[in-house]
């Protein structure tokens, strides 16, 4: 990823996380916006501000870390950050299914 391209990604994935934090942006979270009032109903929106809040502030510290680093990365290391930002995108989708679905 080029600095200017990477620079913009980690400012998106910040502006992002922000917007969720402070109760905004209900419209991004994928597949809330386009649901029916009837699904909307099952999820505490509160929850999937806090969940995808967080989770895109920390894909973006992730790729800040590479914007930093990754010149004096290995192969392994490549190979564990691309892991380590999936298991994370795994981990937003998991907690979007279970702790911010009303009981």
């Known amino acids: 990823m ?5 620079w913009l ?10 917007l969720f934090l402070s109760r905004h942006g209900w419209q991004l979270i994928a597949g809330y ?7 909307k109903a099952q999820y505490d929106l509160d929850r999937l501000y806090v969940a995808n809040g967080i989770g895109m502030l920390v894909l973006g510290a992730l790729i ?3 914007l930093l680093f990754s010149d004096h990365w290995s192969l392994m290391g490549n ?8 298991l994370t995108i795994v981990g937003i989708i998991i907690i979007n299914g279970t702790w911010c679905v009303k009981k």
């Open 2 to 6: 080029g600095n200017t391209t990477g």
């Open 9 to 18: 990604v980690l400012g998106l994935f910040f502006i992002t996380g922000i």
């Open 33 to 39: 916006n386009m649901a029916s009032e009837e699904k």
């Open 64 to 66: 800040l870390l590479s």
């Open 79 to 86: 190979i564990l950050f691309v892991a380590t930002i999936l």
